[in-house]
């Protein structure tokens, strides 16, 4: 220790030691402070970038939950900011089939920013996980990039919100990437799973993609509202065993090695992202080349022998919308895929159209009419849209009647082009006619200017307002702008928005253009009122107007004058309703009233004179008492009409005599009138009655078409009344006897003779009519004495096992029941079983409703369009529906959730369904989500079914008493 303390105290006192140890000691300090300086600064620096960025992401941040800018706050709204706007998409997308069946891949979406700066953006994304982000300038003025910070989804409003550490730049142009991964869907709604059965039996998939109306998000990141139209890169990585299709044609395959198969397509032309299509599957094909055309329809192997009439008339109808148009198809290939799992009949994805084969195939076989005018008319509807729809789109959903309601229109006028054998303006006209009672009530949309707030919303307003009167508007306006002004408005309406997006001024614009240019002033427009003016009372108000005609028979006994008033046709009777869409216009429309006098029948050239407000009156030349007036010849009016009770009695007098006098399609208008005028209380049921007395000597399609809507009503009405019933089938009987005699019952019908049979047929057996009954007992006891060899025709087979059963013996209905349980025809046999009167067997059915023997996917039909109900069939299915709602609509989406519903429409009318339906809605009401007026309008109607028991009901037994 001594010596230690030596030595270091005689370093201490060295000099040189000294100095050294303190130059040392001095280098230490000094760097240890360089150092501490250093991470000083390393950390005030780190400090002030969190600072700036906690700044930036509070202010986007601020930015971002700013209702004003976005209305994410609160409620499912659905329309995009429109800060920006995409010009071009990169899809790539690697799909594993079974036994995953999932996706994943990545979008480049190419945008620019249109509005102030911003330190976000929002797309719409649903359903899919988000794996990575980053984004990218592509032009120098864009610089620098910003960089992607974090992201947020809001699964109610369906947005995806990016957040950047510095703004996008106003004007600036972007690449945004996102990766994503996703599960082929169970619901037929963005990229999903579709069921096929093989040559060997067995239940294949397929993948396929529907993405109209908000559904494109559901399968990768997008700017999901059709109008945004962009062009589109698509590109398809899948197991080589399966055929892959899109929108274009394939121009690049390549192997990856993974073993898939890489196949980009062709760029799209202009379009939404509702029109993006894909398609992955073991399909074969039937194609067809016409002007450098490809023309293919890929399906089932088992349904190959189905494909050739669909396919050839393909050809026919683009050329024919080319030529009217004036605007050639775009396309080098038209793919048309059928899939069994659909949420409507087709989907017409611009060059890849999805198709139901059950609603698009026809066979050529012993298939009827009905079928094969329902193939031709599906075909062109969805080609029509390759101009109304595909290249002109709609701005807002809330304007899709310019897509549906034209190729409506459309498709009819290819339809007499292509097949003109058959009277396909009378089938559109029946459609548009019946639909008019939807209009009847409050809870209906708008053609334009619903608003549509939300997701659900925005599929609910597919509805029959938009398309069959839609078309019928269309039909009308056609009518007083006179056909060449017509075509030459379509023209310039195209011509002029081509590749754009629209809305209805835009069509108002080129049809009063063309108007003004016309030289000959050949629109018969009323003075100083325009084409817009006009339209917009029957497409931004709700409903339709009735046209009341008049005649102070005691005054004036030359009958020279007739007054024509106009109200809102309404079931309730108010004219003036709490309506959900009010209007500007007080529910008043420009009408332009056609009419004719049975002194002077003209039914080519009738009357014109508009009704621009409640009231108008007309001259009548030489008319007299006796006469009668008939008003919208032509059936070309979107409005009801309605006469005073001596001019019904006139035209009833008429039909007797000789109903040839009056057109076919104006007698079937006369019965859809009548009858709605009862359900509104405004003529008694008698009168609809008398006028369908005459029907006894009828032989054309169209009035019995409307005929059996009506009278199915009745029959629907009072199902539930046995003794009505029975009158009411003995009435019917009355009329039907003779005309079912006039018909052979084939197996095998025609396309040109078999509209009307069929129909007659089957009124004839519902209703009792001896033979019809004995012919339908002697088909189905063939049937039973040779249960491998069912030769009833496929349109007969519910009315045949119904009518066996409800009029036959006990072992018609056991038979039924051991081939039910054996799979045959399982649907077709169920309602037949429903039409028995003994409680016994009934209750058998709802025993094997309650152990699951007998589920929804046995029913398919409950009755009300072309065979009327029974209340069997009705409750049956009821029972089915409340029992195991859960599990049958699983993969429903909200609208579709809601047509099972609607079977029940024109089915339930009294107070106890009414109860049922509002219980079941109310305890269901979360799985319907944000459509409340298309419930509304079903519980409206209902209510309108249970007002016309208490309005007709007695009224029925004395007519009916009278009768029988």
């Known amino acids: 220790m001594a010596e230690e303390q030596e030595i270091m105290f005689r370093d201490l006192n060295n000099p040189e030691v000294k100095s050294g140890e303190k130059k040392k000691g001095w280098r230490e300090k000094a760097e240890k402070k360089k150092w501490l300086i250093l991470l000083l600064v390393i950390i005030i620096i780190f400090f002030i970038i969190i600072f700036i960025l906690a700044v930036l992401y509070a202010h986007a941040m601020m930015e971002l939950n700013s209702r004003q800018d976005l209305g994410i706050a609160s409620g499912p709204w659905l329309k995009l900011p429109t800060s920006a706007a995409p010009t071009h998409y990169d899809i790539n997308i690697t799909v594993d089939m079974d036994p995953d069946y999932v996706f994943d891949g990545y979008v480049d979406i190419y945008f620019t920013q249109y509005t102030s700066d911003s330190y976000y953006i929002v797309i719409n994304s649903y359903m899919l996980s988000i794996d990575d982000i980053s984004i990218e300038a592509v032009d120098s003025y864009s610089q620098p990039n910003p960089a992607y910070i974090n992201h947020q989804l809001y699964e109610q409003q369906q947005f995806l919100v990016i957040l950047f550490d510095s703004a996008l730049k106003r004007n600036g ?208 509807h969805e080609l029509a849209h390759f101009w109304f729809g595909n290249l002109l789109t709609c701005e807002w959903w809330d304007d899709i009647w310019l897509n549906e309601a034209f190729a409506s229109a459309m498709a009819m006028f290819a339809c007499e082009q292509i097949a003109d054998n058959y009277d396909w303006n009378a089938l559109s006209l029946l459609s548009s006619m019946k639909s008019l009672d939807l209009d009847a009530q409050a809870a209906v949309f708008p053609l334009r200017g619903a608003g549509l707030f939300n997701p659900d919303e925005s599929y609910s307003i597919f509805t029959s307002t938009i398309y069959s009167k839609g078309s019928l508007v269309l039909f009308m306006m056609k009518d007083f702008v006179g056909e060449d002004i017509f075509q030459q408005a379509l023209q310039l309406y195209v011509k002029t928005n081509a590749y754009s997006s629209v809305d209805s001024d835009d069509l108002w614009d080129a049809f009063q253009q063309v108007i003004d240019e016309d030289e000959n002033d050949d629109s018969d427009l009323p003075t100083d009122t325009d084409i817009a003016t006009i339209m917009d009372t029957w497409t931004k108000q709700t409903g339709i107007p009735v046209v009341t005609i008049t005649r102070d028979y005691l005054t004036e006994s030359d009958g020279t004058t007739a007054n024509a008033t106009q109200t809102r046709f309404m079931f309730d009777g108010s004219d003036q309703p709490d309506t959900y869409y009010p209007s500007e216009y007080e529910f008043e429309y420009y009408i332009p009233l056609t009419y004719t006098t049975s002194n002077d029948l003209n039914f080519d050239q009738p009357e014109l004179e508009w009704m621009e407000r409640s009231y108008k009156e007309l001259t009548l030349n030489g008319i007299t008492d006796s006469d009668y007036i008939l008003g919208n010849i032509g059936r070309n009016g979107a409005y009801r009409m309605n006469y005073d009770d001596t001019n019904w009695n006139n035209i009833i007098t008429a039909l007797e005599t000789d109903h040839t006098v009056i057109p076919a399609i104006d007698r079937a208008g006369l019965i859809f009138d009548v009858f709605s005028m009862v359900k509104a209380n ?246 319907f989500g944000h459509i409340d007026i298309i419930l509304l309008a079903l519980v409206e109607q209902v209510k309108s079914n249970n007002q016309w028991m208490y309005n007709n009901k007695d009224a029925l037994k004395n007519y009916l008493r009278l009768q029988v």
């Open 173 to 380: 142009q972007y690449k945004l990437r996102v990766y994503f991964t996703g599960e082929l869907g169970e619901s037929a709604a963005g990229f999903y799973k579709t069921p096929f059965t093989d040559t060997e039996g067995n239940t294949q998939q397929a993948a396929v993609t529907k993405f109209e109306t908000v559904f494109a998000r559901r399968a990768f990141p997008c700017f999901d509202e059709p109008q945004y139209k962009s062009t589109f890169n698509i590109t398809l990585n899948h197991d080589p065993q399966y055929t892959a299709l899109s929108n274009t044609p394939v121009y690049n395959t390549q192997q990856l090695s993974t073993g898939y198969l890489s196949e980009t397509y062709q760029q799209s032309p202009i379009m939404s992202t509702y029109l993006v299509a894909y398609f992955i599957g073991d399909y074969v094909n039937n194609t067809l080349t016409n002007n450098n055309v490809t023309y293919s329809i890929w399906l089932p192997e088992e349904n190959f022998n189905c494909s050739d009439y669909f396919i050839d008339i393909h050809p026919k109808v683009v050329e024919y919308f080319e030529e009217y148009l004036d605007f050639d198809n775009p396309l080098t290939k038209i793919d048309s895929v059928m899939t069994n799992f659909h949420t409507s009949s087709a989907m017409e994805n611009w060059g890849m159209v999805t198709y139901v084969p059950s609603a698009s195939l026809y066979c050529n076989t012993s298939e009827t009419w009905w079928i094969w005018s329902r193939t031709t008319r599906i075909v062109a």
């Open 682 to 927: 405004i003529v008694p049921i008698d009168r609809a009655l008398d006028v369908s007395k005459y029907l006894s000597s009828e032989s054309d399609f169209a009035p019995w078409n409307a005929a059996s809507k009506e009278l199915c009503y009745v029959s629907n009405m009072i199902s539930d009344d046995s003794t009505m019933r029975d009158d009411f089938s003995t009435f019917m009987a009355s009329i039907l006897k003779e005309v079912y005699s006039n018909y052979e019952w084939l197996n095998e019908t025609t396309i040109t003779s078999s509209e009307s049979v069929e129909i007659i047929v089957k009124l004839s057996c519902f209703y009792g009519v001896e033979q019809c009954v004995s012919d339908a007992e002697t088909r189905f006891i063939s049937w039973m004495s040779d249960p491998d060899e069912n030769e009833i025709a496929s349109e007969y087979k519910s009315l045949t096992y119904c009518t066996a059963i409800a009029t036959g013996s006990e072992d018609y209905w056991d038979f039924a029941w051991d081939q039910f349980n054996d799979d045959v025809d399982r649907s077709s046999l169920l309602y037949g079983l429903t039409c028995t009167d003994d409680d016994e067997r009934l209750s058998k059915l709802y025993s094997a409703v309650d152990s699951g023997e007998i589920t929804a996917g046995d029913v398919s039909y409950v009755g009300g369009t072309d065979l009327c109900s029974n209340r069997g069939s009705r409750d049956i299915y009821w029972q089915i529906l409340t029992t195991d709602w859960d599990s049958i609509t699983e993969n429903d989406e909200p609208v579709n959730k809601v047509g099972r519903l609607e079977l029940f429409r024109l089915l339930f009318n009294t107070v106890d369904h009414l109860q049922q339906l509002e219980d079941f809605i109310e305890m269901k009401q979360d799985s």
